[in-house]
Structures are given as structure tokens and as C-alpha cells.
């Protein structure tokens, strides 16, 4: 069964990508984009009720979309790690080390050319946005896009899932990984008209998110390597112990 600590962590991940620099100013433009709405309905007050409905139901299947997509990911990474169950301590050793190169590459100290590039999916013309289910699959797609603020930490939550001694580990690890980056998400989506001001605040202070994720990464990917995570596990346990969490995982 995860560890609290472990949920924490893959939960803060998402937080992470979400707040990344190219992620959150983006996100009032991807909600208006998916939901279809002519911007000057989007000023319009006499509109605002059906505006925002349609923008929190377009953005709350754009997460579906999205978080389906991480689940098979953990599912399909968990499959890895239990098939090598004999290798395991290995397997975490070199996650480990790939995880601290991705926390390098946050800290713009290391260039890795793959994670610079972004894959685009083009929207096939049938494809009409407004629609929930073209915004599932629009957030589908959006899961695919390796770029520079997703792919370190989305690599580094999959290599831990591989890592996992199940699939549903797995999986379980990714939708973690997906709250985080939905539950902000659905937030602006339920202000968007607020939100868009505040967000034009924050954003000139996201370099610093870059610099937390990649130290986050780095500890993460020390700990994997030396084979101590599971003080990581013992420091959550003290921490949430308020919660009595292995109390409840012995009832389960």
C-alpha cells in the first residue's frame, strides 16, 4: 500500500506542474480555448452564469481527459516494476539518478534535448471544441505533450511508480499525481473571471517554482539512489501521525 509520504510527494509533484512557468499562465487561455466561447461573450455580464458553466464543464472533462491518459501511464509503469521485482533495487538506483537529472534540468543547470521540445497533437477537424467530450480528449491529448514543465516531473513521478510493487500502486501514484494538477486547475475554472487577474500577479514570480520543483527533485532522486526513502516514508509517518494512517491501513 502507498505511504502517506509517497502520496504527498506525487500530489506535490502535480502542484508543481500546475504553477510551473509554462503551465499557469497558460491555463485561462486553454480554459476559454476548450470551452469554445467568443471572447466577447466572455466580458459579457448579462453571460456570466452561462459562461462560467460552461467553462467549469469543459475544464472538469478536460481534467477526465487528462488524468485517464496519467492512470494508464502508472498503470503501465507499475506492470514494469512488478515484472522486475528481482532488479527492483537496481531499477530504483537508476529511476533515482534519472530523477535528479530532471531536477538539474529545472534548475537550468543541466540542458536535456528531448524535455525542450514540446509534442503538439494537432486537433483533427471533426474535433469541435465546447463539446465535453472533445474537451476529454483534448486533455487526453494535453497528457501527451512532453514539454519542458511537464516532462521532468511527470518523468520522475513515473519512474517512482515503477518502482511501485503493483499496478494499482501504479496507477493509484499517477492519480495522485493528477489531483494535484486538477484540483487548481478546476479552482480557476470555477473563477475564471477572478482568477485570470490573479494569475497575472503570480506569474512573475514562478521562476521560483523551477528552482523548488528542481531541489523537490533532486532530494527525491538522493534519496532513491542511496537507497533511503524509506526515511522519507518514516518522516511522513511522523509528521501525519496525527492522522494514525497505519491504523487505518490495518483495517483495510
Given at each position: 500500500?502507498?505511504?502517506?509520504?509517497?502520496?504527498?510527494?506525487?500530489?506535490?509533484?502535480?502542484?508543481?506542474?500546475?504553477?510551473?512557468?509554462?503551465?499557469?499562465?497558460?491555463?485561462?487561455?486553454?480554459?476559454?480555448?476548450?470551452?469554445?466561447?467568443?471572447?466577447?461573450?466572455?466580458?459579457?455580464?448579462?453571460?456570466?452564469?452561462?459562461?462560467?458553466?460552461?467553462?467549469?464543464?469543459?475544464?472538469?472533462?478536460?481534467?477526465?481527459?487528462?488524468?485517464?491518459?496519467?492512470?494508464?501511464?502508472?498503470?503501465?509503469?507499475?506492470?514494469?516494476?512488478?515484472?522486475?521485482?528481482?532488479?527492483?533495487?537496481?531499477?530504483?538506483?537508476?529511476?533515482?539518478?534519472?530523477?535528479?537529472?530532471?531536477?538539474?534540468?529545472?534548475?537550468?543547470?543541466?540542458?536535456?534535448?528531448?524535455?525542450?521540445?514540446?509534442?503538439?497533437?494537432?486537433?483533427?477537424?471533426?474535433?469541435?471544441?465546447?463539446?465535453?467530450?472533445?474537451?476529454?480528449?483534448?486533455?487526453?491529448?494535453?497528457?501527451?505533450?512532453?514539454?519542458?514543465?511537464?516532462?521532468?516531473?511527470?518523468?520522475?513521478?513515473?519512474?517512482?511508480?515503477?518502482?511501485?510493487t503493483t499496478v494499482l500502486e501504479?496507477?493509484?501514484?499517477?492519480?495522485?499525481?493528477?489531483?494535484?494538477?486538477?484540483?487548481?486547475?478546476?479552482?480557476?475554472?470555477?473563477?475564471?473571471?477572478?482568477?485570470?487577474?490573479?494569475?497575472?500577479?503570480?506569474?512573475?514570480?514562478?521562476?521560483?517554482?523551477?528552482?523548488?520543483?528542481?531541489?523537490?527533485?533532486?532530494?527525491?532522486?538522493?534519496?532513491?539512489?542511496?537507497?533511503?526513502?524509506?526515511?522519507?516514508?518514516?518522516?511522513?509517518?511522523?509528521?501525519?501521525?496525527?492522522?494514525?494512517?497505519?491504523?487505518?491501513?490495518?483495517?483495510?
Open positions: 500500500m502507498l505511504s502517506l509520504t509517497l502520496i504527498f510527494s506525487a500530489f506535490f509533484a502535480g502542484l508543481l506542474t500546475f504553477l510551473a512557468p509554462c503551465t499557469l499562465p497558460l491555463v485561462p487561455g486553454y480554459l476559454a480555448f476548450i470551452s469554445g466561447i467568443p471572447q466577447a461573450d466572455i466580458h459579457d455580464p448579462s453571460k456570466r452564469a452561462w459562461v462560467r458553466r460552461r467553462i467549469f464543464l469543459n475544464g472538469l472533462f478536460f481534467i477526465l481527459g487528462f488524468t485517464a491518459i496519467f492512470v494508464i501511464f502508472g498503470s503501465a509503469a507499475g506492470l514494469i516494476g512488478q515484472n522486475l521485482a528481482e532488479v527492483r533495487i537496481w531499477l530504483t538506483r537508476i529511476g533515482g539518478v534519472f530523477v535528479i537529472l530532471f531536477g538539474l534540468f529545472m534548475l537550468g543547470v543541466l540542458r536535456i534535448p528531448f524535455l525542450q521540445s514540446e509534442k503538439r497533437v494537432h486537433m483533427p477537424q471533426w474535433l469541435t471544441v465546447g463539446k465535453p467530450s472533445s474537451s476529454f480528449l483534448i486533455g487526453g491529448a494535453f497528457a501527451f505533450g512532453w514539454s519542458p514543465c511537464i516532462g521532468p516531473v511527470l518523468g520522475s513521478i513515473l519512474l517512482l511508480a515503477s518502482t511501485s501504479g496507477a493509484l501514484l499517477l492519480l495522485v499525481f493528477s489531483f494535484g494538477l486538477a484540483v487548481p486547475f478546476l479552482l480557476v475554472a470555477l473563477g475564471f473571471s477572478h482568477a485570470t487577474a490573479y494569475i497575472k500577479v503570480i506569474s512573475r514570480y514562478l521562476k521560483w517554482v523551477s528552482v523548488i520543483g528542481g531541489a523537490f527533485l533532486i532530494f527525491l532522486g538522493l534519496l532513491l539512489v542511496t537507497g533511503n526513502f524509506n526515511v522519507l516514508v518514516s518522516w511522513g509517518f511522523e509528521f501525519f501521525g496525527f492522522l494514525e494512517y497505519d491504523a487505518i491501513l490495518r483495517h483495510l
